[in-house]
T-cell receptor
């Protein structure tokens, strides 16, 4: 049981490039979400999903897209990376209340 | 939108003393109130939570109290130890699955 996994662990992009952050969970959790954490800050909700085929926007959705084609996977797409998107990205999943977090992806946009 | 505030932003205590962190939220429909601990470079981990129909919950040295009328809940850590040093976040839930995190409290336990 791997829990919540995220790839890559580190990524450097140039402004304007696109990429996908991967998130997967093997706990059959319905709920999944993406957060970003800037230095010295709390986690801000980007997008979340309450089940396969259902997604919704969080606090800071601009510049990011998500889809949920399976229960296990919830990828986050950066359409055109900007320096303001430099952050640590955490994926989380939950069945009811407790959220389980992945190890995070540290993204730098130059 | 929902507003979540945490106080204090930093807290230093002597080992063995108690620490209290308060979280204030704006959404009266919030129904689940967790506290997370995040060590440097690590992911957040749940340390205690409480649901809206309960006023207080305790787990060894850690407790959470909830005041739904005033819309705040607090984390209490007794007999603090150096390994309690970390950043603590509250994350009240609005609706089915929308957690809004506070800005965090950096706790330092001085040996």
């Amino acid at each position: 049981n791997a829990g919540v996994t995220q790839t890559p662990k580190f990524q450097v992009l140039k402004t304007g490039q696109s990429m996908t952050l991967q998130c997967a969970q093997d706990m059959n959790h319905e709920y999944m979400s993406w957060y970003r954490q800037d230095p010295g800050m709390g986690l801000r909700l980007i997008h979340y999903s309450v089940g396969a085929g259902i997604t919704d926007q969080g606090e800071v959705p601009n510049g990011y897209n998500v889809s949920r084609s399976t229960t296990e996977d919830f990828p986050l797409r950066l359409l055109s990376a900007a320096p303001s998107q430099t952050s640590v990205y955490f994926c989380a999943s939950s069945r009811q209340d407790e959220q389980f977090f992945g190890p995070g992806t540290r993204l730098t946009v130059l | 939108g929902e507003n979540v505030e945490q106080h204090p932003s930093t807290l230093s205590v002597q080992e063995g003393d108690s620490a209290v962190i308060k979280c204030t939220y704006s959404d009266s429909a919030s129904n689940y109130f967790p506290w997370y601990k995040q060590e440097l470079g690590k992911r957040p981990q749940l340390i205690i939570d409480i649901r809206s129909n309960v006023g207080e919950k305790k787990d060894q040295r850690i407790a959470v109290t909830l005041n739904k009328t005033a819309k705040h809940f607090s984390l209490h850590i007794t007999e603090t130890q150096p390994e309690d040093s970390a950043v603590y976040f509250c994350a009240p839930r609005s609706g089915t699955y929308k957690y809004i995190f506070g800005t965090g409290t950096r706790l330092k336990v001085l040996a």
